[in-house]
């Protein structure tokens, strides 16, 4: 984790009272949920749970799943509600979602969002906090088409904004730094289009469930770290 970051959480002091609800962060592509999620949820000491990530992960291994997802994720559209919702659920009934988990790229859709409100009612959660990242779309071509990430140990850089000391490997473990296919410039587009049909309309959906929290992601990691805990601690 970068020392400015780490800072910025340790300052907000309450990693030892637990987090106990879910917590959803919402947004378009690269809007940083993921930078973000990750250290919120090493914070609280729960499980970041990101759905692109999982794919990923069935992709690298050739599952049947992920070899369904694959196609669908390299042209930027979503992979279909039912497959999404079974991974979800069996992931939230492990033990270490018990106390909590942050919830990274899903839900995504309509459907999901009602799936996921049946889940967290059966497992006796409370409402979630749904944090929604504010960001121009002009950003959003520089952070993806930049974004790098460590094929060894999964940490994320920007080759613009947040680069690595030395060109192409990981300040942490020298891993290769490799571009996501689906942050190729052909792609980005129709991944934005996805976000505007299926997912942007969530935003009108949590709102009117009165969970909603709008946090400016524009300008340094850090800064969005300090905005993203503010809206965590008052949401307790
Ligand atoms: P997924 O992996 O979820 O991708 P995404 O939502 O498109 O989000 P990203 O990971 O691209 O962006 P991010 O907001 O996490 O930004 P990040 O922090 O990395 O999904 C991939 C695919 O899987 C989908 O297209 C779909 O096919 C499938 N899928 C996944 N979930 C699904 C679901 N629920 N239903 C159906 N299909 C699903 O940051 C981006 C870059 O910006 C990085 O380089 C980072 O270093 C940099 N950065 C971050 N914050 C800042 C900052 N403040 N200043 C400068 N740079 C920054």
């Not at 999982?54 to 992920?66: A, D, I, K, W, Y």
């Given at each position: 984790m970068a020392a400015g970051l780490a800072a910025a959480l340790s300052a907000q002091g309450h990693s030892s009272e637990g987090l106990n609800r879910a917590v959803i962060f919402i947004g378009p592509p690269g809007a940083g949920k993921g930078t973000q999620a990750k250290e919120v949820a090493r914070h609280y000491g729960v499980p970041h749970l990101s759905t692109g990530d999982m794919f990923r992960e069935h992709v690298s291994r050739g599952t049947p799943l992920g070899r369904q997802a694959k196609p669908l994720m390299d042209s930027g559209a979503l992979v279909p509600d039912s497959i999404v919702l079974g991974m979800v659920e069996e992931r939230i009934a492990r033990p270490d979602c018990a106390r909590g988990f942050v919830l990274d790229g899903f839900p995504r859709t309509e459907p999901q969002a009602e799936g996921l409100a049946a889940l967290l009612e059966k497992r006796g959660f409370r409402d979630p906090v749904v944090v929604h990242f504010v960001v121009d779309d002009g950003l959003l071509l520089r952070r993806l088409t930049g974004r790098r990430v460590c094929k060894v140990g999964g940490e994320n850089y920007n080759?613009?904004?947040?680069?690595?000391?030395?060109?192409?490997?990981?300040?942490?473990?020298?891993g290769e730094l490799l571009q996501r296919p689906d942050d190729r410039e052909e792609v980005v587009a129709p991944r934005l289009q996805a976000y505007e049909r299926q997912t942007f309309p969530l935003i009108a959906y949590y709102r009117a469930h009165g969970v909603l929290q709008d946090v400016d992601a524009t300008g340094p990691v850090d800064d969005v770290a300090r905005r993203v805990m503010e809206v965590l601690r008052k949401a307790r």
């Amino acid at each position: 984790m970068a020392a400015g970051l780490a800072a910025a959480l340790s300052a907000q002091g309450h990693s030892s009272e637990g987090l106990n609800r879910a917590v959803i962060f919402i947004g378009p592509p690269g809007a940083g949920k993921g930078t973000q999620a990750k250290e919120v949820a090493r914070h609280y000491g729960v499980p970041h749970l990101s759905t692109g990530d999982m794919f990923r992960e069935h992709v690298s291994r050739g599952t049947p799943l992920g070899r369904q997802a694959k196609p669908l994720m390299d042209s930027g559209a979503l992979v279909p509600d039912s497959i999404v919702l079974g991974m979800v659920e069996e992931r939230i009934a492990r033990p270490d979602c018990a106390r909590g988990f942050v919830l990274d790229g899903f839900p995504r859709t309509e459907p999901q969002a009602e799936g996921l409100a049946a889940l967290l009612e059966k497992r006796g959660f409370r409402d979630p906090v749904v944090v929604h990242f504010v960001v121009d779309d002009g950003l959003l071509l520089r952070r993806l088409t930049g974004r790098r990430v460590c094929k060894v140990g999964g940490e994320n850089y920007n080759i613009y904004d947040r680069p690595p000391k030395v060109p192409g490997r990981c300040d942490n473990d020298g891993g290769e730094l490799l571009q996501r296919p689906d942050d190729r410039e052909e792609v980005v587009a129709p991944r934005l289009q996805a976000y505007e049909r299926q997912t942007f309309p969530l935003i009108a959906y949590y709102r009117a469930h009165g969970v909603l929290q709008d946090v400016d992601a524009t300008g340094p990691v850090d800064d969005v770290a300090r905005r993203v805990m503010e809206v965590l601690r008052k949401a307790r």
